[in-house]
């Protein structure tokens, strides 16, 4: 009898281990939450934390909750990695979801940190095309990327009759990313770019001046900018204080009301911005009806809904639904695994598409401009 009492003892002792395995899923999410992304940062965590706070409000996955680990990296490549690290490796993270910029991804793929600890990154907040070719297994895009958007700016340009354009861009792997992506969308129409300007990462100094004095010299009649909020907001006040009237473009990682803060209204309208997800500030997609519904419950009563909360809410509905294919108490290969076999998955009117052998999710884009109400228009 003691022998029974003793192996019931030890049963119980290994299901209460296994229940207690399963109680929580670790997601981890480095974001730049200070620095010159620090609004993009705070948006791109607010989208995840109302998808995975709603999942963990409803009964969680197989009984399990999801425990959003978030970190700070400043948008600092050094940083990016040590925490990355340190998600993976003390704080036992599933999975990764929603970091910022190309040259910060670029470095772990090559210091072979994801590949190496087997672990899927979901929703990247980058389209740079040195993080999609060569094939990488470790990161899930759920946007289109830079050489996608640049291509559709330069069709709109083009078909418009303009075809002296040029080019403002960061002088780090995602500006040239998205560089390479307007010579790129130049060339297959047999035309080249008219005048580019770069200038350095983390730094607002004399090159947005000589920027703009390079492109009233070169005569442009519109410029794409591969540039961040606080960079682009001072170009486009000093371009239109020099009296230029280019029509100017951005890339989709620049939040309009960010911008009309830093620059007013009186600069920024006029300003088209590519997109990658759907409009969601009419909910006339039921994803987008759902974070409506979710953005009322869980976000700060000061939060505004903006395509970067949005964006990576779409991606942490997709990594929720790959934890849940991952099975109970999965390992990060086993979600990795899971996600690629999504396949064609709707996640409400948003379709990415995943397989063994891509990580595309998406190639959507279209372009929207800020109002003279300081409002974005499509």
Do not use: W
């Not at 791109?44 to 409000?57: D, P, Q």
């Not at 010579?183 to 080249?192: F, I, T, V």
Request: net charge positive; with cysteine; proline share 4%.
């Amino acid at each position: 009898m003691p022998m029974r009492r003793l192996l019931t003892a030890a049963l119980s002792l290994l299901l209460l281990a296994a229940h207690v395995a399963a109680a929580e899923l670790v997601v981890g999410q480095v974001a730049p939450l200070s620095g010159v992304l620090a609004a993009t940062g705070a948006q791109m965590v607010l989208g995840a934390k109302i998808c995975f706070e709603h999942v963990n409000a409803t009964g969680g996955i197989h009984g399990a909750k999801i425990r959003h680990v978030v970190k700070d990296d400043a948008y600092k490549i050094d940083e990016t990695i040590r925490l990355t690290q340190e998600a993976i490796e003390r704080d036992k993270a599933v999975a990764l979801i929603g970091f910022a910029g190309t040259a910060n991804l670029t470095e772990l793929l090559r210091r072979n940190i994801l590949q190496e600890a087997n672990i899927a990154l979901v929703a990247p907040y980058t389209g740079g095309e040195p993080l999609r070719n060569p094939f990488n297994p470790s990161i899930f895009h759920i946007r289109a990327g830079y050489a996608d958007e640049a291509e559709h700016m330069i069709g709109h340009l083009v078909t418009l009759g303009i075809r002296d354009i040029g080019v403002y861009y960061q002088n780090d792997g995602f500006g040239k990313a998205g560089l390479a992506g307007v010579e790129a969308a130049l060339q297959r129409r047999d035309l080249k770019l008219v005048a580019s300007a770069p200038y350095e990462r983390n730094k607002l100094d004399d090159s947005v001046a000589q920027a703009v004095g390079a492109f009233k010299t070169a005569g442009v009649s519109a410029i794409i900018m591969i540039s961040i909020n606080p960079t682009t907001a001072a170009f486009v006040k000093a371009f239109r204080a020099a009296g230029g009237n280019a029509q100017l473009f951005n890339i989709s990682v620049v939040d309009p009301a960010e911008l009309v803060k830093l620059a007013g209204v009186e600069n920024m309208h006029g300003l088209g911005i590519s997109q990658v997800v759907p409009f969601p500030y009419s909910p006339t997609l039921p994803v987008i009806r759902e974070f409506h519904k979710l953005f009322a419950r869980y976000a700060p009563k000061d939060a505004a809904i903006s395509y970067t909360s949005f964006e990576e809410f779409i991606g942490a509905k997709v990594l929720v639904e790959g934890l849940r294919r991952a099975g109970p108490r999965p390992t990060p290969e086993k979600v990795l695994r899971a996600l690629e076999s999504l396949g064609r998955h709707d996640v409400g009117g948003f379709q990415v598409n995943f397989s063994r052998d891509n990580r595309i999710g998406s190639k959507y884009v279209e372009v929207t401009v800020i109002g003279r109400d300081g409002k974005l228009l499509r």
